[in-house]
């Protein structure tokens, strides 16, 4: 199901998937820098979560893919924006129950910093190879092998095919970015290949550290994008973290008992 919602004049778009019952979870799946929704990760992790009864949206944020803007306009901080009118749009839903948020690459950046704008929102939450390190990068005037001045920023920097807007290089010097995720206390996993040219592994486990309840899967031999040999680890591994039932509560007498298809009261661990 094809979905469209407005930010600031630019329409969003992106793909909705429900599985075939009256509740259900949905994750929200984020892609990465220049990339888009229909990418080998996020698709194949939508496909698998439907199996399991799980909801997903994917979208492109603006400048990406089918939304509208410019990529030389996008910076992480739009892309936020983005992130917060497709959670309003997922909160609208009538039949959803767990809200699980997914990032990859930036959008594991982004996923980490609106799920510490919003952490009573989300249920859990998985950063795939966060690129945290973008930061560091734009502070050293770098970013994938193009180099620029990081006290004078041109407006527009070429990087491989692409035109990026000097802005966005302005603000990625000083986000907040460990220090906003710190605030989401729940569940975490951070994915990560340990031969990723792109984003050192560092990034993932700086955010073990600032997480309360995290848990570090390193892939081994696994690249950025993971690859089609390694994805089906790094899938799994996301599809498992999501669909784990949560016991940490209790069930009521009623729910264990006669109405274990249907929590009856808020904070049932049947829920």
Known sequence: MNVEVKRDGLTLRGELVVPEKDRYDIAVLMHGFTG???????????????????????FDFNGHGDSDGK?????????IADAKVILDHVRSLEHVR??????????????????????????????????????????KGECQGTTYDPVQIPDKIHVHEHTIGGFYFRIAQSLPIYEIASHYTGEVLLLHGDSDPVVNKIASERYHDVYKNSKLHI????????????????????????????????????CRFWLRWKPCVPGCAAQ
């Open 98 to 139: 767990n809200i699980f948020l997914f990032g990859h690459s930036q959008g594991g950046v982004v996923a980490s910093m609106i799920a510490g704008y919003y952490p009573e929102v989300f249920k859990k939450v998985i950063l795939s190879a966060p690129a945290a390190t973008l930061k560091d990068d734009a502070i």
């Open 219 to 254: 892939v081994k031999g696994a690249d950025h994008g993971f690859g089609p040999s390694m994805q089906p680890e790094a899938t799994q591994a996301a599809v498992d973290f999501f669909c784990k039932e949560n016991r940490d509560g209790r069930e009521c007498f009623l």
């Open 71 to 79: 990529l030389e306009d996008m910076t992480v901080l739009n892309e």
């Open 36 to 58: 888009n929704r229909n990418g080998e990760l996020l698709t194949a992790l939508a496909d698998a979560l439907l199996e399991k009864g799980v909801a997903s949206v994917r």
